[in-house]
């Protein structure tokens, strides 16, 4: 008798625990282990400027920041075991925050070029990009970069496309923004005669129903994008590096490319 008891005691425990882990499970997926993991995990603080869809920008549905850099950061910092912390702030202002440490790495369709590596270090290229000109789709007077000489054209502040606008035209004839967003509204607005900047945010804007502006020209020049971080930090290169290797050949990297792309990885 005693040990039926025992038994029918131990059951109904049993029944209880199912009962409750069930409710519980429901409520709060694994709460504990979760938490205790991400307090164990090393913070990683990456800037971006999250104008420039479809690599960074806020999804206009969610308020949440998206693209292929935050979605490929992400699956960097799963690999490497680090937590995001994804902050935007003003792309002029990005190897600034590297070089003071107030962040540890950028992610921000950063081309590599030899002035900023003197600055700061980049992981192994993870996109493949160039510059384009962009004007109101009923210009019949620029063709090309050799076009737009004495133009005005609109250019974000502290990139490749700026460096390239002020080889092509005076300097006075730049009219320089924050974000990329407003570079190109300059442009539909007629206020300038073209924008230069990266073909695949270019064609990204033209695609998400903006037909007044169409590109001109050969792609400029042929740029790769990286991760960067201070200069020196070479644990924190290495486990991006590895990481990105990871994802590159497991087939993630692929994955999100497609996603954001509609194409293999070039
Ligand atoms: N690729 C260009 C550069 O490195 C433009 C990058 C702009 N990125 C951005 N998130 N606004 O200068």
Redesign the pocket.
Known sequence: FKFVLLAMMVLSLAVAAVGCGGKEAAKEPAQEPAKQEAAAKTKLVVG?????AP??FTDPATGKYTGFDVELIEAICEEAGYELDFRSMG?DGLIAALQTNQIDAVI????I?EERQKVVDFSEPYYK?GLVVAVQAKNNDIKSFEDLKGKKIAV?S????ALHAEKATDKDKITYFT??DQAMLELKNGAVDAVV??YPVTAYFIQQGNDDVKMVGEILSA?E?GIAVPKGKTETLEKINAALKTLKENGKYAEIYKKWFGEEPK
């Open positions: 971006a400027d999250a104008t420039f690599f960074e792309f921000s369709g950063m081309t070029t990009s974000q502290g990139t490749t496309g974000s990329s900047m990266d740029e994008y």
